[in-house]
T-cell receptor, first 115, second 114 residues
Framework: AQSVTQLDSQVPVFEEAPVELRCNYS??????LFWYVQYPNQGLQLLLK??????LVKGINGFEAEFNKSQTSFHLRKPSVHISDTAEYFC?????????????FGQGTTLQVKP | NAGVTQTPKFQVLKTGQSMTLQCAQD?????MSWYRQDPGMGLRLIHY???????DQGEVPNGYNVSRSTTEDFPLRLLSAAPSQTSVYFC?????????????FGPGTRLTVT
């Protein structure tokens, strides 16, 4: 079975500052990794995903994440945040062999960008 | 394309009442699913479907029924609502059940059971 832990429930940061949202996972099998963003009163939108290859993955809106297999982590980073990045961010994993579409989500991290 | 649409946006039910949450997609996706989102717990899979006429249980299926008679629609039924079903419900669709394909989420239905 897989599990995902997002280490911070809330991350306050000032506009134009860098940010890192932390995600650790546990799994006995190979996994794919995802970050989703949920803007207020909206559904989830895929930010980026790691399937294979380069461990540094770039996504939309200037976000990137690094897969670290030895530390079982997939932390999300942005060098300079904007007010519009205020949202809830979810890390998720799935077995590479899955054909059920099942994603295991973390608890979510609320990013609060202050002016 | 409208993408994934969900109705209603908000609903209040009394314990024991029944209702159907509607979900539709216009992308000709084979795969559709329902998640519930609860504070501090992320999203959890309720039911999913890999095509018309095929459904299966997810992580938290108790108290919910689904059917898939067309590719476009995937309604979620609560036969006898309970306060524990107070949650935000999201429908998602994808080209297939392979998670390498992006899942597209609807805007959600916020359900309160009193």
């Amino acid at each position: 079975a897989q599990s995902v832990t997002q280490l911070d429930s809330q991350v306050p940061v000032f506009e134009e500052a860098p940010v890192e949202l932390r995600c650790n996972y546990s799994s006995s099998v190979s996994v794919y990794l995802f970050w989703y963003v949920q803007y207020p009163n909206q559904g989830l939108q895929l930010l980026l995903k790691y399937l294979s290859g380069s461990t540094l993955v770039k996504g939309i809106n200037g976000f990137e994440a690094e897969f670290n297999k030895s530390q079982t982590s997939f932390h999300l980073r942005k060098p300079s945040v904007h007010i519009s990045d205020t949202a809830e961010y979810f890390c998720a994993v799935s077995e590479t062999s899955s054909n059920t579409g099942k994603l295991i989500f973390g608890q979510g991290t609320t990013l609060q960008v202050k002016p | 394309n409208a993408g994934v649409t969900q109705t209603p946006k908000f609903q209040v039910l009394k314990t024991g009442q029944s209702m159907t949450l509607q979900c539709a997609q216009d992308m000709n996706h084979e795969y559709m699913s329902w998640y519930r989102q609860d504070p501090g717990m992320g999203l959890r899979l309720i039911h999913y479907s890999v095509g018309a006429g095929i459904t299966d249980q997810g992580e938290v299926p108790n108290g919910y029924n689904v059917s898939r008679s067309t590719t476009e629609d995937f309604p979620l039924r609560l036969l006898s609502a309970a306060p524990s079903q107070t949650s935000v419900y999201f429908c998602a669709s994808s080209r297939s059940g392979r998670v390498t394909y992006e899942q597209y989420f609807g805007p959600g239905t916020r359900l309160t059971v009193t």
